[in-house]
């Protein structure tokens, strides 16, 4: 079988560690028996560089040809200071959401047992470790309601921003969810503000009618000062855990910083139709670009669920989360998470015993 991946390597780090999650891939193609094809897309600050914006024409075309898009990371302080949106490296990552439909943003945090210690909880606090699933709704609520700012008779300036779901919207993510706990320890926590909010009491209407219709699935409601409480008091029993998208973009920052480190964690935005974009949730790290110091693991476990989520192809991810375990077991460690007293080894060098694990 052959698959057609549209690489976007971005900036800063992004071109270092997109680079050896593709060589991954071709260990995987080499072993399993699969080829894959990569065609490069220009994207972000390099593009503005090279063409005068940010998200060339063109980019969604050449990215709905593929099966599957990998993104490194885009932006840098270079391209900070612009104020045309078609100058700013963070329009390009709207508008491919948004061009591609990618509605359901998948975001594991999962304790690498061999980085128990990273972890800044207390160990009894996760005695049996963390493996919980964001999945956050991407393309609705507040980020994408009407804003205003307007001048008030008696109390100076005013500004407000419009939340709104409609049930479909709802529906869509509130599958995705329930699809995925039954992949996984089949659970589903739902996280809203209904004692507040009218959109929450939407949501918790919509979801309570999937519940039913998936009674194989235990289902809870949780509200969000209470979810973001339990995420540190014990984050071992989220299993999937579905949001809308401002709760889910403040809650899953917060459930990867309890895994110990921004360069491990993938992430994945899928919608009704290919292509699915995968990509690392850390940004392009200008600081650490070009200097062989970035940490490949996050972009390699975001082909890993590639492989899972859009080919289809559960154990080729499996190997791949194997192989990053077995190195981190022998103590491996870039320099993000090299102990006191450890030496780190590069991003080449990690990446290299990664794919060596392989095969
Ligand atoms: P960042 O994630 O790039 O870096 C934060 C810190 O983590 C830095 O100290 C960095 O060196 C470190 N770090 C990040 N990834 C690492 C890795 N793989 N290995 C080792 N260390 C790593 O966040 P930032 O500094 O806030 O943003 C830098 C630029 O990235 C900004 O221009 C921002 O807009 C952009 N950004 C892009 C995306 C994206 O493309 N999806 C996401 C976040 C930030």
Redesign the pocket.
């Known amino acids: 079988m052959n698959y057609k991946i549209a690489l976007i390597p ?5 071109p270092e ?1 997109v680079q050896e999650a593709v060589q991954v891939l071709e260990t995987i193609g080499e072993k399993y028996g699969h080829s894959f094809t990569f065609e490069r897309v220009l994207m ?1 600050g390099c593009a503005i560089d090279a063409v005068g914006k940010s998200y060339p024409d063109g980019t969604a075309e050449k990215c709905k040809a593929c099966d599957a898009v990998l ?7 270079k ?2 200071h612009a104020t045309e949106p078609e100058k700013r ?2 329009t390009a ?1 709207l508008s491919i959401r948004s061009d591609l439909g990618l509605y359901a943003n998948l975001r594991p945090a999962a304790l690498r047992p061999a980085l128990a210690d990273a972890c800044p909880l207390k160990p009894e606090v996760v005695p049996n470790g963390i493996d919980l699933m964001m999945v956050r709704e991407l393309t609705g609520g507040i980020y994408f309601g009407k804003r205003e700012r307007y001048q008030t008779e008696d109390r100076g300036e005013e500004a407000a921003d419009r939340m709104a779901y409609s049930e479909q919207e709802i529906e869509r993510i509130g599958r995705r969810a329930f699809e995925l706990a039954r992949l996984r320890r089949g659970k589903v926590s739902s996280v809203d503000k209904a004692n507040v909010l009218e959109t929450s009491r939407l949501w918790r209407s919509v979801m309570h009618r999937l519940a039913q219709e998936y009674s194989d699935v235990t289902y809870e409601d949780v509200l969000v000062d209470n979810a973001a409480m339990q995420l540190v008091k014990d984050p071992g029993q989220f299993d999937v855990v579905v949001t809308e998208n401002m709760f889910g973009d403040i809650l899953s920052d917060e459930a990867s910083m309890i895994t110990g ?3 491990l964690l993938p992430s994945a935005s899928i919608g009704d139709t290919a292509p699915g974009l995968y ?10 670009a070009g200097k062989d ?7 390699i476990l975001s082909v890993a669920m590639m492989l899972r989520y859009s080919f289809q192809l559960p154990n080729e991810a499996t190997a791949i989360e194997q192989a990053v375990d077995a190195v981190l077991a022998e103590g491996w460690r ?3 998470i090299a102990e006191t007293g450890v030496t780190p080894i590069g991003t080449k060098e990690m990446g290299r015993r990664i794919r060596e694990k392989l095969v």
């Not at 990509?279 to 600081?287: R, T």
């Open positions: 971005g900036d800063g780090i992004g560690v972000g993104l490194g990371a885009v932006g840098g302080p391209w900070g490296p963070e990552l480190s921004i360069g990509e690392p949730i850390h940004g392009s790290a200008p600081d650490i110091l970035a940490n490949p693991i996050a972009t870039t320099a993000d």
